[in-house]
């Protein structure tokens, strides 16, 4: 094709129009449906590497958050930021309930106003280059937590590492679903979630050689890890391509095309100019539909339905009981368990859920819907709560206590089977396209409401010095799970297969949730748009 014909495609009113658009745009549709994931991944190598590369940025959110709540029951840790309670078994160093709540907050409180900033910084700026000076910007506020000479310096620094952890959080999902083809669209979105595990198995690691440790570089290492990776992906990802879906919405077409080339093989089915052609098309579509660019956009019209499936269902990734089961050292600590044991346990956790994302992905994903997965993942978390709370009653028995210990690696088996991935991946799909990082930056900020919430509670339900309730915890948040399951079955449509294009149309046309997967929608079928467009505009 000429470049003059590529300027009618990036030109919708000018020279050949949207004739030429829908017809490539089409084409592009119809390959992008019938490719496999196998052929997926062969021609799209680059894709998937950047992806990857941009998503390794979350791994530094999940070995801090795994850090912070294992150094609760670190003994190095306690004694330097805790108190000593000589009446608590026979003497120890720990931290009170509301040091606990507020370290354990801080980063939460900094990401909610990073990935807040971030649906404005990318807006701005686009991705890569967020990207890049959140790392810069990352390594400066690490400083403060290694020097931190008292619990309060300490806080204010997570609260600070929290800003570039919000961005990193909230653009990794968004970047992987615009680079990446239909197929693969909810394996690279959810591999964020991969990296959060790699993230907590690296934190476990590290606190598991350092544990024996009795001076303050117990405690100091771990910090001075989190170093290494500005340092490592900073220089790789200078040469990241920018999002073509950005690009478009900023009119830089020819910058866009250039993208899409640099993230297929030459040989791939596609033509890049008709992924262009389609990517332009879902803009244009969109904007009939009046979908606006800013956060009030995301609470109008049938954008409210598609913002409240995003928050929901990241929202349910703590709602499931994640501050009690997942990590869960300290509950190990408090039924009795010694800390050889605990740490042992919390690897061993880690690594099923790194197993269970695998599981999910061969077994799972590729022969079941999202919906399907996660109302059967919901029910059996429910369970394990509701059982880990019954088993209480008998905990002054040591297998007791360890059947507990195993039932909540049982549930963060099931956790990432289920929610853990859907948590990632769903709302990178959900929302519109225009305003799909402000989607995705109010679902990761529901996330973080929901789990400060969560982090102030939490302690007060384990603490020997407040309600020390240990397992019975489990029918908490087995009751909130159980909403979480009643929600899903009423309100949480099948996006699996679907294109945005085709989720704009079923969307706008109010389709239930329960007969998503069932609806056929044709995006090209101009008499339908029309009518759809003109319910839009009122």
């Not at 084409?27 to 991944?41: G, K, P, R, Y």
């Not at 790699?198 to 117990?218: D, F, H, R, Y």
């Not at 409401?449 to 019975?472: D, H, R």
Request: charged share 15%; with cysteine.
């Amino acid at each position: 094709m000429q470049h003059s014909q590529l300027e009618a495609v990036t030109s919708p009113n000018e020279k050949l129009g949207e004739t030429q658009i829908i017809e490539q745009a089409k084409e592009a549709t119809e390959t992008q449906h019938t490719l496999s994931v196998m052929e997926c991944v062969k021609n799209y190598p680059m894709a998937i590497f950047w992806s990857i590369m941009v998503s390794m940025c979350v791994v530094m959110e999940g070995y801090d958050v795994s850090l912070i709540g294992n150094f609760f029951a670190y003994p190095t840790f306690a004694k330097k930021y805790g108190n000593y309670y000589p009446d608590i078994n026979g003497g120890t160093y720990t931290l009170t309930a509301p040091w606990q709540s507020g370290i354990g907050n801080a980063s939460g409180v900094g990401a909610f106003f990073g990935v807040m900033l971030n649906g404005w910084l990318v807006d701005w700026f686009g991705q890569k280059r967020t990207l890049l000076g959140a790392l810069v910007a990352l390594s400066g506020f690490v400083f403060i937590t290694f020097f931190a000479p008292n619990i309060g310096t300490l806080t204010a620094g997570e609260v600070l590492c929290g800003l570039p952890w919000g961005v990193f959080a909230s653009t990794a999902p968004a970047y992987a679903s615009e680079v990446l083809p239909l197929q693969l669209r909810i394996y690279l979105t959810s591999y964020t979630n991969m990296c959060f595990i790699m993230g907590q198995l690296i934190a476990a690691g590290v606190l598991k050689g350092l544990v024996s440790n009795p001076t303050e570089w117990g405690y100091k290492i771990p910090f001075a890890i989190q170093w290494v990776w500005p340092a490592f992906l900073i220089p790789i990802l200078l040469f990241a391509p920018e999002s073509p879906w950005h690009l478009v919405r900023k009119g830089r077409f020819d910058e866009a095309e250039h993208s899409l080339r640099r993230l297929q093989k030459k040989s791939a089915p596609i033509d890049p100019k008709a992924t262009l052609a389609a990517i332009i098309y879902t803009d244009n579509l969109e904007k009939e539909l009046t979908v606006g660019t800013h956060y009030r956009d995301c609470f109008k019209g049938t954008e409210l339905r598609r913002t409240e499936i995003a928050c929901f269902i990241f929202a349910a990734q703590v709602l499931s009981g994640g501050n009690f089961a997942y990590n869960s050292t300290y509950f190990f600590k408090q039924i009795g368990l010694d800390s050889d044991t605990t740490y042992k346990l919390s690897v061993g956790g880690t690594g099923m859920a790194l197993v269970g994302t695998l599981i999910s992905w061969f077994a799972l994903m590729p022969y079941f819907g999202r919906r399907t997965i996660y109302l059967w993942g919901m029910a059996a978390m429910c369970t394990i709560l509701m059982l880990i709370g019954i088993l209480n009653v008998h905990t002054s028995k040591h297998s007791f206590g360890m059947t507990q210990a195993v039932l909540t690696l049982v549930w963060t088996f099931v956790f990432q089977l289920s929610v853990g991935q859907l948590g990632w991946g769903v709302p990178a799909e959900v929302g519109s396209t225009r305003l799909r990082q402000k989607t995705i930056c109010l679902a990761r900020n529901a996330y973080y409401i929901v789990g400060v919430v969560a982090n102030a509670i939490q302690p007060y339900f384990m603490n020997p010095t407040e309600w020390n309730l240990k397992g019975y915890t489990g029918f908490f948040w087995g009751g909130t799970t159980f909403v979480m399951l009643v929600w899903g079955f009423f309100r949480l449509p099948e996006t699996k297969g679907r294109s945005f294009d085709e989720l704009d149309v079923l969307f706008a046309k109010k389709v239930s949730a329960r007969k998503f997967k069932s609806t056929v929608v044709d995006t090209f079928d101009e008499s339908e748009t029309a009518i759809i467009v003109g319910n839009a505009r009122g």
